[in-house]
């Protein structure tokens, strides 16, 4: 089946620095990747939907300056959270549709702990 | 508005059966999806359904009612690796998956 992955698996930083999580398919183009973060014993929250080639769409309530999607080609798909603090903290995941197959399933990336002390 | 309902926690005993609801309200429907979260881990994907009926994979079979607005994940012949959380998720007519909040199975031996 396809392959999404993501890197990093696990990152601790500090108070104040950014980070950037890359959410890569391997072997099918993905015009839209959704990413995703999930507090502890909480449900899959959608942050942003991002498009190949324009900006990323937005959920209420996320904010676009401090967390910066870039979807530069078919297979990429970044995003960066700045200026991070505690808060932040939690388990980001990206998916992506192979929109070229007859399945419409969503693909996961292994998912990026994020721990900001 | 959207909602998805599955029940927060469910118990099962190693080799019986068990079957996980999940009841749904969207704006449009272009499919309904389970998967299996291991704690820590991402979601995997277990069952798309679009058109009503049961589709079975396995150990694992999935249920739709479109009229109803219903879903059920079973699982039959239970393993203690079957012990993780389920996500009833629905695509609607912006192709923007809604998720569930997730069903615990816990499996006692």
């Known amino acids: 089946g396809a392959v999404v992955s993501q890197h990093p698996s696990r990152v601790i930083c500090k108070s104040g620095t950014s980070v950037k999580i890359e959410c890569r398919s391997l072997d099918f183009q993905a015009t839209t990747m959704f990413w995703y973060r999930q507090f502890p014993k909480q449900s899959l929250m959608l942050m942003a939907t991002s498009n190949e080639g324009s900006k990323a769409t937005y959920e209420q309530g996320v904010e676009k300056d401090k967390f910066l999607i870039n979807h530069a080609s078919l297979t990429l798909s970044t995003l960066t959270v700045t200026s991070a603090h505690p808060e932040d903290s939690s388990f980001y995941i990206c998916?992506?549709?192979?929109?070229?197959?007859?399945?419409?399933?969503?693909?996961f990336g292994q998912g990026t702990r994020l721990t900001v002390v | 508005g959207q909602n998805i309902d599955q029940p927060t926690e469910m118990t099962a005993t190693e080799g019986a059966i068990v079957q996980i609801n999940c009841t749904y309200q969207?704006?449009?429907?272009?499919?309904l999806f389970w998967y299996q979260q291991h704690a820590g881990e991402a979601p995997t994907f277990l069952s798309y359904?679009?058109l009503d009926g049961l589709e079975e994979k396995g150990r694992f079979s999935s249920f739709l009612s479109r009229s109803k607005g219903y879903s059920y994940l079973l699982l039959k012949e239970l393993q203690m690796k079957d012990s993780a959380s389920y996500l009833c998720?629905?695509?609607?007519?912006?192709?923007?998956?809604?998720w569930g909040a997730g069903t615990k199975l816990i499996i006692k031996p």
């Open positions: 998916s992506a549709r192979d929109e070229t197959g007859r399945d419409t399933e969503a693909f």
């Open positions: 969207t704006s449009g429907f272009n499919g």
């Open positions: 359904n679009v």
């Open positions: 998720a629905v695509m609607d007519s912006n192709y923007q998956l809604i």
